[in-house]
């Protein structure tokens, strides 16, 4: 596929990434709908035509405006796309909330994509890039025991660069945040529960709604704690607002609502002991 770019070192890598999809087609993409995943989709699709596919975990754990957008994603770019429902057992293998859930959830949804008639015989690949080796990555080990490939990170890819092709390729998530499961709201050795994941999803949902695009709502039992990007708390300096967010909270099955003074800051949840 060709893009239009100026960066020629930029150009090199996206000569590589066909490269390395094209060797061993069909390929099947760990489609989340995020930025990464959804650029290496319909870069794949247009490299390999019908010998890429899309492949999307449905659960508890994931939300469900990012599903419907996946679903929406591939039936308007003419993308196969495989649903594969995980079921009840999939969220009680990691329901005691432990510090290598990460690894539990993705090894059991890559094995699941391994398995799936339609997508047998397939390479399975999925959307980390070059700059992930530097992030905490607990399901990082999953990929390596399962063998699925990372063509973004073979490229050397940066989330820079997959930013500036996408938007290139007029892909509209070019720009949008990153976005973790549902479980990562939990501290670990806190229960995960269905009623707790749909708890954070409805308010995170409304905090979108009102302009907030990167949001996290940490479940500390009874209280909300909200993070937003540091440069977007001064819009809680509403009463309006604060009103509005209390009462969906309180909607949401939480006693109390609280801002986190420090602001959104990716893994909070590993910083101190006490949350694991």
């Known amino acids: 596929m060709r893009i239009k770019t100026t960066d020629a070192a930029l150009s090199r890598k996206l000569c590589d990434l066909t490269a ?4 061993s087609p069909p390929v099947a993409v ?14 794949a699709h247009s490299a390999l035509g019908g010998q ?3 492949a999307t975990a449905v659960a508890g754990n994931f939300a469900e405006d990012e599903t419907a957008e996946a679903i929406s994603f591939c039936a308007a770019n003419g993308i196969s796309h495989v649903l594969v429902e ?5 969220l009680e293998s990691f329901e005691d909330n432990p510090k290598d859930r990460c690894y539990i959830c993705k090894k059991s949804i890559l094995s699941r994509f391994l398995s799936h008639p339609a997508l047998k015989g397939m390479a399975l690949v ?4 070059a700059d992930d080796v530097f992030d905490c990555r607990p399901g990082e080990k999953a990929l390596l025991e399962l063998c699925v490939a990372s063509p973004l990170r073979e490229a050397n890819l940066t989330k820079q660069e997959i930013r500036a092709a996408s938007r290139e390729m007029g892909l509209a998530v070019w720009d949008k945040p990153a976005l973790a499961c549902l479980a990562s709201r939990v501290p670990y050795g806190d229960k995960l529960t ?6 954070i999803y409805a308010l995170e949902k409304l905090l979108r709604g009102n302009g907030f695009a990167q949001v996290r709502v940490r479940h500390h039992g009874s209280v909300a704690r909200i993070e937003v990007l540091p440069e977007d708390r001064v819009k809680f300096f509403s009463v309006d607002l604060m009103d509005k967010v209390n009462e969906a909270a ?14 959104y ?12």
């Not at 760990?30 to 989709?41: E, I, N, R, V």
């Not at 309180?250 to 602001?263: I, Q, S, T, V, W």
């Open 250 to 263: 309180k909607g949401a099955g939480f006693a109390y609502a609280a801002l986190d003074l420090g602001g």
């Open 20 to 23: 390395i999809l094209q060797s």
């Open 194 to 199: 269905i009623g707790k994941l749909k708890s």
């Open 52 to 54: 890429a596919v899309a």
């Open 86 to 90: 995980m079921g009840d057992a999939f």
């Open 265 to 276: 800051r990716m893994g909070s949840m590993n910083l101190n002991a006490s949350d694991g």
């Open 126 to 129: 999925d959307g980390s890039n």
């Open 30 to 43: 760990a489609f989340s709908g995020g930025a990464d995943s959804t650029f290496l989709l319909k870069f």
